[in-house]
């Protein structure tokens, strides 16, 4: 007995209060960041960075203060928020085993990141007009539209179900002498050139091929341009981390505008 005990002595102090798991660290890198931040460490675009070869200390305080929120990004706050202590110190590590690459080409998006599924709605005209949003860093403008079914849900007070589609024309705000944008009788911004459209929607199975850190139940997120055509190249995992701490309010930030301008007709 003593002996075992004195074995049991030794692994304590031999061991490490936690050894990260690179197999596990990969795998959730290979699920989730490598979407944002390539399953290499070489990221996807010049708005991300490269986390190949960071320091594990780092990584890991970075990725703590996500959790906390003492460092602020929508994107990464709904990510590290998600992401337990083991979690952290595995990717960490991970990521630090990986060799930095520098001047590496990006990596690619996600195959199941980049496809689109959402078709255009050229009837949306005729939808719900439920809001409208100035953004005022950008100098944009939003008018958002609501189809029958997610307006027939939201009037009944219920969460958007499968057929619902949200559209936002997305104008550059009207500018005055000053360059800054002039506000029109309703107070808001006043719309000039249409830029792009952003668009979500959901159908059953349409959020199967995401990884459950990312997935936002069956929506999927969708770009066009002014002429209607899918916008390629766009990170629709950043649209899916964004709006998924939004899971009360059917993954939306503007459903209760929603809800307020149907119950009000
Ligand atoms: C949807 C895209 C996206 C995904 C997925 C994503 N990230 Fe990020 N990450 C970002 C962006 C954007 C930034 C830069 C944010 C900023 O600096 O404000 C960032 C920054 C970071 C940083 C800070 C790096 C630095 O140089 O300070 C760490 C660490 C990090 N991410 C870790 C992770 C880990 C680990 C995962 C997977 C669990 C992950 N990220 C998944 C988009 C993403
Ligand atoms: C940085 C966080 C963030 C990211 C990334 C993001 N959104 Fe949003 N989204 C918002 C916010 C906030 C609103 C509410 C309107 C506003 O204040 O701009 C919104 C509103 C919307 C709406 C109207 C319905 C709703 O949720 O209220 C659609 C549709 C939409 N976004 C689509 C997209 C698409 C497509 C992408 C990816 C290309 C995307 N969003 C990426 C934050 C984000």
């Known amino acids: 007995m003593k002996r075992l005990l004195s074995l049991f002595a030794c692994a304590l102090v031999a061991t490490p209060l936690f050894a990260a798991d690179l197999q596990a660290g990969k795998a959730k890198v290979d699920a989730v960041c490598s979407a944002c ?14 986390l190949a070869g960071q320091r594990v200390a ?4 970075q990725l703590r203060a996500w959790k906390d929120g003492t460092r602020k990004n929508p994107i990464m706050n709904a990510i590290g928020g998600q992401l337990g202590s083991d979690d952290i110190a595995n990717v960490a590590a991970y990521f630090a085993s990986l060799p930095r690459g520098d001047g590496a080409a990006k990596s690619e998006l996600m195959p199941q990141i980049a496809r689109n599924r959402l078709a ?7 939808w719900v007009q439920y809001d409208r949003v100035d953004q005022p860093a950008r100098k944009q403008v939003q008018l958002f ?3 029958p079914v997610a307006a027939q849900a939201a009037r009944a007070g219920q969460r958007l179900p499968d057929g619902a589609y949200l559209l936002g024309e997305t104008y550059s705000a009207k500018l005055g002498a000053d360059r800054q944008p002039v506000k029109g009788a309703d107070g808001h911004f006043v719309p000039d050139q249409l830029l792009a459209y ?5 159908e059953a199975g349409w959020g199967r091929d995401f990884p459950e850190l990312l997935r936002n139940e069956d929506w999927n997120y969708a770009v066009f341009t002014p002429a209607r055509q899918p916008r390629a ?12 701490p939004q899971d009360r309010s059917s993954y939306t930030f503007t459903g209760d ?9």
């Open 37 to 50: 931040h390539g399953a290499n460490g070489i990221s996807v675009s010049d708005a991300i960075p490269n």
């Open 58 to 61: 780092y990584l890991e305080a």
């Open 120 to 126: 255009f709605p050229e009837d949306y005209r005729s």
């Open 145 to 147: 539209y609501a189809n």
């Open 198 to 202: 952003v668009a979500m929607s959901r």
């Open 233 to 244: 190249g766009f990170n629709q995992a950043e649209c899916l981390a964004c709006h998924k």
């Open 257 to 265: 505008k929603l809800v307020a301008a149907v119950q009000a007709r």
